[in-house]
């Protein structure tokens, strides 16, 4: 018998999985940790643990407190193709929008404009669907990236080459020329929402519609973790046509009363609702 039982991503005790072990362990104490307690489904998670809180911390203390790298977001407008907005209908309804060349030359655009914190980029792009990112992954090594697409259906070890190769410092020349094996960026869907550490990361693009401020946490969070040679990180989201981006001031903000007055204030004066040298433009 265990006296205490320590479950970490907390936020999936929602989960028959998880409820199967919870119901078969009596420890005398649960401990629950999760960087996102709230869920989407309406489950309680706080609940599950009888409401005791040991320790909480938001973004915004986390970064007060200078325990998160630094951000720069900019929530940038996806473009129209034939007349058609880039956004979470499109690969239902015409998916050569999504992986055309007009709209891979806008991202890698956006993506050089924007830039990185380090001596070379080493990135995660998160995609709405596995025919998305890898197609998207063999267009921008056509390109002259190096990149490769990762999703639920590759082994862990295969994960975790491509994450040493994105991660491994190699000799870049001043003319930019890099040497060695290595990866420019990892094209993913959901695998690295939550739950992998990859504190090199110093440029997210978001490709993929904001689900719920509680997703959207998750995937920034991809990025701000410290590393050497890393003082900041540059976030992209692809936005399309703005349905969603009240959700964006709300998760950053922490204020969960979508008050509106509250959400248009956010939105107009984000930097000021982040803690720090941190950025928010639309």
């Known amino acids: 018998c265990f006296k205490t039982i320590v479950i970490d991503e907390a936020h999936r005790t929602g989960a028959a999985s998880y409820q199967k ?3 078969y ?3 005398e104490f649960w401990l629950g940790m999760t960087a996102s307690p709230e869920r989407t489904d309406d489950f309680d998670v706080f609940a599950t643990f009888d409401h005791n809180i040991a320790l909480e911390i938001r973004l915004q203390q986390a970064m007060e407190e200078n325990l998160l790298c630094p951000f720069h977001y900019f929530g940038i407008t996806d473009m ?7 956004d979470e209908k499109t690969e239902i309804e015409n998916f ?16 050089n404009f924007y830039g990185y914190s380090g001596d ?8 709405s669907s596995r025919k998305e990112a890898e197609t998207l992954s063999g267009i921008f090594n056509d390109r002259g990236y190096k990149t490769k697409a990762l999703t639920g259906a590759d082994r862990k070890v295969e994960r975790e080459a491509a994450i040493e190769l994105l991660t491994k ?23 690295f929402n939550e739950g992998v550490d990859i504190p090199e990361v110093n440029q997210v693009v978001m490709l993929r519609p904001t689900e719920s401020p509680i997703v959207f946490v998750q995937q920034l969070g991809r990025g701000l973790r410290k590393a050497d040679d890393k003082d900041f990180v540059v976030i992209l989201d692809f936005i399309a046509n703005y349905k969603n981006n009240f959700m964006i001031p709300i998760a950053l903000s922490g204020d969960s009363t ?8 956010y939105v107009t004066e984000g930097e000021k609702v982040i803690p720090g ?6």
């Open 21 to 23: 072990i919870m119901d």
């Open 25 to 27: 362990f009596e420890p």
């Open 80 to 86: 129209e193709l034939d007349g058609v907005v880039i």
């Open 96 to 111: 050569r929008f999504l992986v055309s060349d007009k709209r891979v030359d806008y991202i890698i655009n956006q993506m």
């Open 120 to 127: 070379r980029v080493k990135g995660l792009i998160l995609c």
């Open 169 to 191: 410092d190699i000799q870049v020349d001043i003319d930019g020329t890099k040497h060695g094996d290595y990866l420019d960026y990892i094209f993913t869907v959901d695998i």
């Open 258 to 265: 979508y008050n509106k007055d509250n959400i248009r204030r």
């Open 277 to 282: 040298i941190s950025t928010i433009h639309f």
